[in-house]
């Protein structure tokens, strides 16, 4: 597969030739939605960017969302080896974990947009795609992991679920990415970065659970 990429998505493809269809397309899609995001993104635009026939990508892909699947099963994988990475920097130290993690979770929003649209803002169905909804989990059974070491560490009784504990960090990592990790003209500024203001909320929420302070005996 090889073609000449064009800065302008609104540009059909040149050089594209014909080596790998499918993954021509998927990532015809991903610059799609990066640019117009998943509610602006039709398979015809996508098969115009990789410059072949509207009908072309019916060879690999049912509809539009079929493929928009591909795209966010993709970012889920990709997600998954970002958290998993900051997760393990820090493997003794849960307080220090949940903070890496959470700037990862920050960092993969503000980098990755097409990737972080498509697998939170295209309202997929997941029974129809066992493949997304299995990536899906194996990102959040990275939350899952910090949950377990933050559980473990908690000194409250009785101690929250581990799965309460992952969803608290997933639903304040996500909100924070969705309202300030990303460029938005429209949205209020912050007196801070969003870095600075997850680090703050996880570190009220795990002195609520009453996790010692990072590198405390």
């Known amino acids: 597969m090889s073609w000449t990429r064009d800065p302008n998505p609104s540009s059909p493809r040149r050089g594209y030739h014909h080596g790998n269809l499918r993954e021509a397309l998927i990532q015809a899609a991903q610059e799609l939605i990066g640019a117009k995001g998943p509610a602006g993104f039709t398979i015809a635009e996508a098969a115009r960017l990789a410059g072949v026939s509207p009908a072309a990508p019916y060879r690999h892909f049912r509809d539009a969302e079929s493929l928009l699947a591909e795209v966010a099963t993709r970012g889920f994988e990709a997600f998954r080896t970002r958290l998993a990475a900051a997760l393990d920097s820090a493997p003794a130290d849960p307080p220090r974990a949940a903070e890496t993690v959470g700037r990862a979770y920050l960092a993969f929003a503000r980098e990755e947009p097409a990737f972080y649209a498509a697998m939170f803002e295209a309202r997929i169905a997941r029974d129809p795609y066992p493949d997304l909804q299995a990536a899906g989990d194996r990102a959040f059974g990275v939350l899952r992991a910090l949950a377990d070491r933050l559980s473990a560490a908690a000194r409250i009784q009785p101690r929250p679920p581990a799965l309460m504990i992952a969803l608290h960090i997933w639903s304040t990592s996500h909100g924070i990415a969705s309202l300030f990790g990303r460029p938005d003209p429209s949205r209020r500024p912050l007196p801070m970065s969003a870095e600075?203001?997850?680090?703050?909320?996880?570190?009220?929420?795990l002195q609520g659970l009453g996790v010692p302070p990072s590198g405390s005996a």
């Open 196 to 205: 600075d203001l997850l680090e703050a909320s996880m570190l009220i929420y």
